[in-house]
Nanobody, 118 residues
Framework: QVQLVESGGGLVQPGGSLRLSCAAS????????MAWYRQAPGKQRELVAV???????NYADSVKGRFIISRDNRKNTVDLQMNSLRPDDTAVYYC????????????WGQGTQVTVSS
């Protein structure tokens, strides 16, 4: 059974930081591209950051220079360090796993709420 379990969300003031973590089980983690998406109320889900099995990263323009995605293939975790948070970063953040070769093998976590407000 595949599980992606996010943690680390919460309420933070503008300019603050949060670190999200996603723990994966039931998959060969090192064979998957891992990503963080987010969905704000009334908006479509959007890609925030992605890290390939080889460690290559890519970011949405809106978070470049503020967010850092990383992975630990020994612990089967992917983290998202979020700095200089803004109110428009408020959203539910989802962990996503896509197999690098068999791309229909795609999994989602349940999401964790991040609220940036004073």
């Amino acid at each position: 059974q595949v599980q992606l379990v996010e943690s680390g969300g919460g309420l933070v003031q503008p300019g603050g930081s949060l670190r999200l973590s996603c723990a994966a089980s039931g998959i060969n983690f090192s064979s998957y591209k891992m990503a963080w998406y987010r969905q704000a109320p009334g908006k479509q889900r959007e890609l925030v950051a992605v890290i390939t099995s080889g460690g290559t990263t890519n970011y949405a323009d809106s978070v470049k220079g503020r967010f850092i995605i990383s992975r630990d293939n020994r612990k089967n975790t992917v983290d998202l360090q979020m700095n200089s948070l803004r109110p428009d970063d408020t959203a539910v953040y989802y962990c996503n796993a896509v197999h690098e070769v068999v791309t229909w093998l795609t999994y989602w976590g349940q999401g964790t709420q991040v609220t940036v407000s004073s």
